[in-house]
């Protein structure tokens, strides 16, 4: 995980060579948060044994394009003028897929209006019984959705409806929720389960944030 902050460097610096065209014109915060979670990647590759001599290229869907023999996911969160980003990888022997989403927890506000959209009245009761505030539970929900969105992307090559997954349950001391597909995604049939993890993190400047990471 990496702060925006970490890099007013040679990438800031040089960034209209890195970034691409589509994004030259857009917010400073747009361009760092990009640039974030693409060093993020290199670094996590670096982790997983494969060292790159360049930044990420993007495929056609306009997704990371990973070096063969790996697979692995970008996410970012911004707060204000400040920002996170985070990458997962692991090699494409040991994994179909992965996945990683942080997002800052919503205001009391926002988690109401995202609720209406995001969760049902049995995912908002599992969050009472959880002992967790509104807030950082109805931002789990989002969360962990998008995780399982990214996490079977290939199956569908498009974003589901967040009414398309369902929160069944949630281990409050093992971070680990189990989502179940409320409709058929592809060749995933619904009723499908998948067990995703999601955690609270306290980021320097950019505040409580959620994280949710799933494999395949």
């Known amino acids: 995980m990496r702060l925006f902050d970490d890099f007013f460097d040679d990438w800031t610096l040089n960034k209209h060579d890195l ?36 930044m990420l290229g993007r495929t056609s869907q306009g997704l990371p394009d990973w070096p063969q023999g790996y697979m692995g996911s970008i996410s970012h969160a911004v707060v204000e003028s400040h920002g996170v ?44 019984r959880s002992g967790l505030s509104r807030d950082v539970w109805l931002t789990m929900v989002y969360s962990l959705k998008e995780t399982l969105f990214k996490l079977l992307y290939t199956h569908v090559n498009c974003f589901m409806p967040f009414e398309a997954a369902e929160v069944l349950s949630f281990d409050v001391n093992a971070g680990q929720a189990c989502l179940m597909l409320s409709v058929d995604w592809g060749d ?4 499908q389960r998948f067990w995703l993890k999601t955690m609270q993190v306290e980021v320097e400047q950019v505040g409580e944030c959620v994280l949710s990471f799933g494999m395949v």
């Open 188 to 191: 995933l049939l619904a009723g």
């Open 85 to 128: 980003a985070i990458a997962v990888v692991t090699h494409q022997k040991d994994a179909q897929s992965i996945a990683v989403d942080c997002e800052p927890v919503f205001s009391t506000e926002h988690a109401n209006e995202v609720a209406l959209l995001t969760a049902s009245a049995n995912e908002q009761r599992i969050g009472e």
């Open 19 to 54: 970034l691409p065209a589509n994004l030259h014109h857009t917010s400073q915060i747009r361009q760092l948060s990009y640039l974030a979670g693409r060093k993020s990647a290199l670094l996590a590759l670096k982790e997983a044994g494969y060292v790159a001599d360049r």
